[in-house]
């Protein structure tokens, strides 16, 4: 069935360097990828998302990028700071108003001072 | 601020007790979700709703059962709860009248189950 493989489970870095998570899908039919953060005891938020006729799309620190041959696709934050540490969750759907969000498993991000 | 409502949020029961979380939400969305989050896991479907007469099952439904008494309003019972429900659930809604559906989770209810 459908499924999202998301890496690493944990990630540490040092405030001001970059961190980058990455997600694999199996649906080839795929073609929406949403990113979420929990920050902790909150519920999940949309921070970004992609559509499969784009490669990549910035907002700020933020960045997704897609890989749609291989099936991959990342979230980039630059510059880190202390409120970037949560969980995140990559996601992929197919581009239909029937369809289900799958959700990759998630990473803490931990940003050290 | 239209939201989406959890109740409890906090629950501790034994095993084999009966158990409802209640969700409501005045987001005015039709389409509403029921999530399992547990640690290394991430947020698993267990029922969804697009609209008061539709139910579909989850990845993970084995054990839950939901009814959707009206369009804001969803809820999930464990029948007989087990250790192994022991879990944070979100209840998450959406506008079927896009096809990205960006989802509005609520705060989520925390059950324990002894």
């Known amino acids: 069935g459908e499924n999202v493989e998301q890496h690493p489970s944990t990630l540490s870095v040092q405030e001001g360097d970059s961190a980058v998570i990455k997600c694999t899908y199996s649906d080839s039919a795929s073609n929406y990828f949403p990113w979420y953060k929990q920050e902790l005891g909150k519920r999940p938020q949309l921070i970004i998302d992609?559509?499969?006729?784009?490669g990549e799309k910035k907002d700020q620190r933020i960045a997704v990028t897609l890989n749609k041959t291989a099936k991959h696709f990342s979230l980039h934050i630059t510059e880190t700071q202390p409120e970037d540490s949560a969980v995140y969750f990559c996601?992929?759907?197919?581009?239909?108003?029937?369809?289900?969000?799958?959700f990759g498993s998630g990473t803490r991000l931990s940003i050290r001072p | 601020d239209a939201d989406v409502t959890q109740t409890p949020r906090n629950r501790i029961t034994k095993t084999g007790k009966r158990i409802m979380l209640e969700c409501s939400q005045t987001k005015g969305h039709d389409r509403m979700y029921w999530y399992r989050q547990d640690p290394g896991l991430g947020l698993r479907l267990i029922y969804y709703s697009f609209d008061v007469k539709d139910i579909n099952k989850g990845e993970i439904s084995d054990g839950y059962s939901v009814s959707r008494q009206a369009q804001a309003k969803f809820s999930l019972s464990l029948e007989s709860a087990i250790p192994n429900q022991t879990a944070l659930y979100f209840c998450?809604?959406?506008?079927?009248?896009?096809?990205?559906?960006?989802?509005?989770f609520g705060e989520g209810s925390r059950l324990t189950v002894l």
């Open positions: 998450a809604t959406n506008s079927g009248g896009t096809n990205t559906g960006e989802l509005f």
């Open positions: 992609i559509r499969s006729n784009v």
């Open positions: 996601a992929a759907k197919r581009y239909s108003s029937a369809s289900k969000i799958i």
